[in-house]
């Protein structure tokens, strides 16, 4: 992967999105760190939320952030905006995001939200890890009635220059 591409999805530091920045203490690694699985380094406070955890891995070489959620938990409520601006300071881009279910997708309200945070946050790309219903229909009727919403969404997202992704999970296998 270039330098310029390495990006990371948000499931990945999730504890540390939702945890109060420097309330818990850990390991970041060493100098010799990962080349030397053992060489951990000094324990440490740990990033919590989004501002400090932007700026840990910018400075470890990350360039993209992939969201799944938008709500940093005990660290308050943080507006749409507020992020872009600490991906910003931090010189990090938005990849995209998980948040596209399709039974939310399929309604033009909510899409029309995920559009303009897209576009706020600068990602070309709205996807989902989850199934397409909850609980899902396993026939073969209910799958081709997925399709149908899927290719709707998809041409609403089309039209505005973003990509609507699916990304198997669960029972999808």
Same mark, same amino acid.
């Given at each position: 992967?270039?330098?310029?591409?390495?990006?990371?999805?948000? *499931?990945?530091?999730?504890?540390?999105?939702?945890?109060?920045?420097?309330?818990?203490?850990?390991?970041?690694? &060493?100098?010799?760190?990962?080349?030397?699985?053992?060489?951990?380094?000094?324990?440490? !406070?740990?990033?919590?939320?989004?501002?400090?955890?932007?700026?840990?891995?910018?400075?470890?070489?990350?360039?993209?952030?992939?969201?799944?959620?938008?709500?940093?938990?005990?660290?308050?409520?943080?507006?749409?905006?507020?992020?872009?601006?600490?991906?910003?300071?931090?010189?990090?881009?938005?990849?995209?995001? %998980?948040? &596209?279910?399709?039974?939310?997708?399929?309604?033009?309200?909510?899409?029309?939200?995920?559009?303009?945070?897209?576009?706020?946050?600068?990602?070309?790309?709205?996807?989902?890890?989850?199934?397409?219903?909850?609980?899902?229909? !396993?026939?073969?009727?209910? *799958?081709?009635?997925?399709?149908?919403?899927?290719?709707?969404?998809?041409?609403?997202?089309?039209?505005?220059?973003?990509?609507?992704?699916? %990304?198997?999970?669960?029972? *999808?296998?």
């Amino acid at each position: 992967v270039p330098d310029d591409r390495l990006g990371l999805q948000q *499931w990945a530091v999730r504890d540390a999105i939702t945890r109060v920045d420097g309330s818990v203490m850990g390991y970041l690694g &060493g100098d010799n760190f990962p080349a030397d699985p053992a060489d951990l380094g000094p324990l440490v !406070s740990l990033p919590g939320g989004f501002e400090a955890v932007f700026r840990y891995l910018a400075s470890v070489g990350y360039r993209g952030f992939e969201f799944f959620s938008f709500n940093q938990g005990a660290n308050g409520p943080i507006t749409i905006e507020e992020i872009a601006a600490a991906l910003e300071r931090a010189g990090l881009v938005a990849a995209g995001t %998980h948040t &596209g279910g399709l039974q939310q997708m399929v309604d033009p309200a909510y899409r029309q939200t995920q559009i303009e945070m897209a576009r706020m946050l600068g990602y070309r790309m709205i996807g989902t890890a989850g199934n397409p219903a909850n609980p899902p229909q !396993s026939t073969l009727a209910a *799958w081709q009635g997925y399709a149908e919403q899927a290719n709707t969404v998809g041409a609403a997202l089309r039209a505005v220059g973003i990509r609507y992704f699916f %990304h198997p999970e669960q029972d *999808w296998f």
